[in-house]
């Protein structure tokens, strides 16, 4: 897993909270939840993070779940996903 960068962290919680405020919203949640891990999951693969492998699959997998079921899609996934993410690249 590649290390990330300041800004481009900073850019990836931008983005990560933009989907979470949109998954607020009744009705867009279940759309916001497929078309923000497609889009975070590029971005991430962009910066060398491949979240189909290993650990970062179980977490992209159950982030995914959560902001696809209604009644949890309340709950910042994408935030929470994003931090976890960018805290794993930075360990190696």
Same mark, same amino acid.
């Given at each position: 897993m590649a290390h990330? %960068?300041?800004k481009r962290s900073a850019a990836l919680l931008i983005i990560a909270g933009f989907f979470d405020l949109l998954s607020l919203v009744p009705g &867009? %949640? *279940? !759309?916001?939840? !497929?078309?923000?891990? !497609?889009?975070? $999951?590029? &971005? +991430? +693969?962009?910066?060398g993070v491949n979240v189909f492998? $290993? #650990?970062?699959?179980t977490l992209y !997998?159950? %982030?995914? &779940?959560? *902001?696809a079921i =209604?009644?949890?899609s309340f709950? =910042?996934?994408f935030l929470i996903e994003t931090l976890v &993410?960018? %805290?794993w690249s930075? #360990? #190696?």
């Open positions: 990330i %960068s300041r &867009l %949640s *279940e !759309i916001v939840s !497929i078309i923000g891990q !497609i889009v975070m $999951g590029c &971005l +991430f +693969f962009t910066q492998q $290993g #650990r970062q699959a !997998i159950v %982030s995914t &779940l959560v *902001e =209604p009644a949890t709950a =910042p996934m &993410l960018i %805290s930075k #360990r #190696r």
